[in-house]
């Protein structure tokens, strides 16, 4: 049958087959694609996480990783890079632009779009241990619309910036797409995240995501989001910022 397959491990199938997996949830989401010959994760949580995700991608059997896509340079999305990149021997790619933050190891910026996530942005600019993740290397650096074929899957890269000036999101097959924190998920209906560095360039990047045919929309933290909710959010959004496109 073609289209999604959702079962109770949160599978999903495209209809030439492959499978993208969220493997934990916690503190950010980290998600699988399974093609062919090949496996891909999509950014790896927290420290506090490690052991949960290494146990999930046993449990999957998975024992060769060959990629790791980061979809934006925060501490919640990256901290296990360099453990993974370690014991894989993955190749990890990100945004051609955000790779100077990596020799510093600097996060992409934090900004809070309410008075609660702004005074947290406050603190982490203040108290920048909460932030560190351990220091690694990019392999494959990518510019807009970068195609997957090369890595073994029917994708591509769509550069979605808003929620920091270097996100990027993975669309697989036209199918699904995992976005980052381009879209949130973790309250029902309320998409928007809770940080955005630029919120006219986020809801541009919502509209790019949109002109898309994917159907499921799978965000860093939180549950999937369907395209229906997903259209009626951007254009209630898109009116009550006064936007026009
Ligand atoms: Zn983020």
New binding site residues.
């Given amino acids: 049958m073609a289209g999604f397959k959702k079962s109770l491990n949160k599978e999903y199938v495209t209809s030439t087959g492959t499978v993208v997996k969220r493997l934990i949830s916690g503190r950010c989401n980290v998600y699988l694609i399974s093609g062919n010959s090949v496996n891909i994760i999509i950014d790896t949580s927290t420290k506090r996480n490690y052991k949960d995700l290494l146990q999930a991608i046993d449990a999957n059997g998975i024992s060769r990783i060959d990629y790791l896509i980061i979809?934006?340079l925060?501490f919640?999305?990256i901290a296990n890079a360099a453990e993974l990149k370690k014991r894989y021997g993955l190749k990890i790619l990100i945004n051609k632009n955000a790779e100077s933050l990596l020799s510093d190891n600097l996060n992409?910026k934090?900004a809070g779009t309410n008075i609660f996530t702004s005074f947290i942005s406050f603190l982490t600019r203040t108290f920048k241990s909460l932030i560190s993740y351990s220091s690694f290397e990019a392999d494959i650096l990518v510019e807009n619309n970068f195609l997957l074929d090369n890595l073994g899957i029917n994708g591509m890269i769509l550069f979605t910036p808003g929620?920091?000036p270097h996100?990027i999101s993975i669309i697989i097959e036209n199918e699904v797409a995992i976005v980052?924190?381009t879209l949130f998920g973790v309250f029902k209906d309320k998409i928007f995240?809770p940080?955005a560095e630029d919120v006219t360039e986020l809801i541009k990047s919502w509209k790019a995501l949109l002109k898309t045919d994917v159907k499921l929309f799978l965000p860093?933290h939180g549950l999937e989001i369907s395209r229906d909710t997903f259209e009626k959010e951007f254009i209630k959004k898109r009116e009550s910022l006064g936007l026009r496109f």
């Fill in positions: 979809t934006h925060h919640d999305h992409e934090i929620h920091t996100s980052g924190d995240p940080y860093g």
